[in-house]
């Protein structure tokens, strides 16, 4: 993330409000309900390219940096860089900040509760298949949730 951002929100509000933190308090609230509000899965039905995303938060008094993990995946891409591109400027609209941790594949059948993970992305790499996995289950609890290393 940009330290230029980071020290202009912490330096600009103790100023608006000075010998105060309540300002910073509330800005950082305001961006965590907006970290905690993203989905953490959002995939459409078929067989399509899909991202894995780490979603950054602002950095808090404390040094800390909350973060999330997300995966999008939509057949109307024809490039994994088309989905990160569409859904990291979403984010950034909101105040939060994105990095792709990779790609790859994935089928989706609900009619048989089965969803398949998959490929690899040219681009941004191999996604942790085995991290999607667990992040599909959160959403697809019922479903058979496969990992494979094969295809593209």
């Not at 409000?17 to 509000?37: E, Q, Y």
């Not at 995939?43 to 040094?63: A, M, Q």
């Not at 089928?107 to 996995?133: C, F």
């Amino acid at each position: 993330m940009s330290s230029i951002c980071r020290l202009g929100i912490k330096h600009l509000l103790p100023k608006v409000v000075p010998g105060s933190n309540v300002c910073w308090r509330t800005f950082a609230s305001m961006v965590d309900a907006k970290l905690d509000a993203v989905p953490v899965v959002e995939i459409d039905e078929g067989i399509f390219k899909y991202v894995l995303i780490k979603v950054y938060g602002k950095e808090k008094t404390d040094g800390s940096e909350p973060s999330k993990l997300i995966v999008r995946g939509f057949d109307r891409a024809q490039w994994h860089s088309d989905i990160y591109d569409e859904v990291s400027s979403a984010l950034l609209g909101l105040g939060l900040e994105t990095e792709c941790l990779g790609g790859g594949r994935i089928e989706n059948r609900p009619d048989l509760k089965q969803i398949k993970v998959y490929g690899y992305s040219q681009g941004y790499g191999k996604a942790d298949h085995t991290e999607t996995r667990r992040l599909l289950l959160t959403k697809y609890p019922d479903h058979n949730i496969t990992c494979s290393d094969e295809g593209y």
